[in-house]
């Protein structure tokens, strides 16, 4: 294999990758899937590949074409260096999927783009785009989405709040309580991602969902959801995670009460006295907004 390497190594998201490829859970969910579903004869596309991981898994299932697709040059480049030793047959495509018209149609899509929030990195656009355009895709990995929420009383969320409210007063002594009550629907209105500690968290409600996708069949990945909280007085967080459905009995998931991922733990704050909120989410700008009431 010849690779072009005349590209700058600035370009790549080394720790990016890095944090990805030191998920362990992660990875052997995907194996599990890939060891279940792919067979000898396969034809598989990888879309988002990356440092080409998965592509890597995919070369030991099946003796057939793998076609690895990923818009990003430099990580499209290391890939191929890191797989030149690997006899067999890979195609790299160094576009966005949504470019890519193949001559012969693949039998299964594998991707991982998966953001924090499940759909934030496109996933449900990327594959209804590409099978809508190559009918013969039979299989997907993951083939389902599905998000979902949580309440919580987070004990640190207090001293989260308190903090950010110290480094104003000292510089102003006294912050009116008008201004606390809007900085405090402020602090809620932000979803933020880190390892939760879930041995001191507390459950206040059941998971609920917000919407699953059948991902290559589902459009797009717009939300407009209504969140209640007016039974659970003790919550003063919201979880947000995702599960994705790899194969039969395989899934994926950035549950806070479920093994840790490089993904962390998506939450926002409850105000005191607030019963509802909307989360929106748009496709096309990629933007996630939560506004409680």
């Known amino acids: ?3 072009e390497t005349n590209f700058s190594i600035e370009e790549f998201p080394l720790f990016y990758h890095s944090r990805m490829l030191a998920d ?11 060891d279940q579903i792919i067979q000898k004869d396969n034809k598989v596309v990888d879309i988002g590949g990356g440092t080409g991981v998965l592509t ?21 480049i290391v890939a191929q260096i890191l797989s030149d030793s690997l006899d067999k047959n890979i195609q790299y495509i160094n576009k966005s999927s949504f470019d890519v018209q193949l001559k012969y149609t693949p039998d299964v899509l594998v991707t991982e ?3 924090y929030f499940g759909i934030d990195e496109g996933i449900v656009e990327i594959c209804h785009d590409f099978c809508s355009r190559h009918y013969k895709v039979k299989k997907l990995i993951p083939s389902k989405l599905c998000l979902k929420y949580q309440l919580l009383n987070i004990p640190e969320l207090k001293d989260d709040f308190d903090l950010l409210l110290n480094t104003y007063a000292s510089q102003f002594k006294v912050i009116p309580t008008n201004l606390v009550s809007q900085f405090e629907h402020l602090f809620c209105n932000l979803i933020r991602t ?20 059948n991902l290559g069949i589902d459009e797009n990945s717009d939300l407009d959801f209504y969140l209640e909280c007016k039974m ?11 599960e994705a459905e790899l194969a039969e009995g395989i899934s994926l998931t950035n549950y806070v009460f479920d ?11 409850v105000p005191k006295g607030s019963h509802s ?9 990629r933007k996630l907004k939560l506004r409680w009431n």
Not at 24 to 34: D, G, H, Q, W
Not at 277 to 285: H, T, V, Y
């Open 1 to 3: 294999m010849i690779v």
């Open 24 to 34: 362990e859970y992660r990875l052997n969910r995907y194996r599990t899937a890939i």
């Open 56 to 76: 890597h898994m995919l070369t030991k299932k099946t003796n057939e074409q793998i076609i690895y697709i990923e818009k990003s040059k430099s990580s499209s």
């Open 113 to 115: 783009t998966l953001g």
């Open 194 to 213: 880190k390892f939760l500690k879930s041995d001191t968290v507390e459950v206040c409600s059941d998971p609920k969902k917000i919407r699953q996708f």
């Open 232 to 242: 659970f007085e003790r919550a003063n967080a919201i979880h947000f995670y995702f």
């Open 259 to 269: 093994q840790k991922t490089h993904w962390l733990h998506s939450y926002a704050g």
């Open 277 to 285: 909120g909307k989360i929106q989410f748009s496709s096309k700008e």
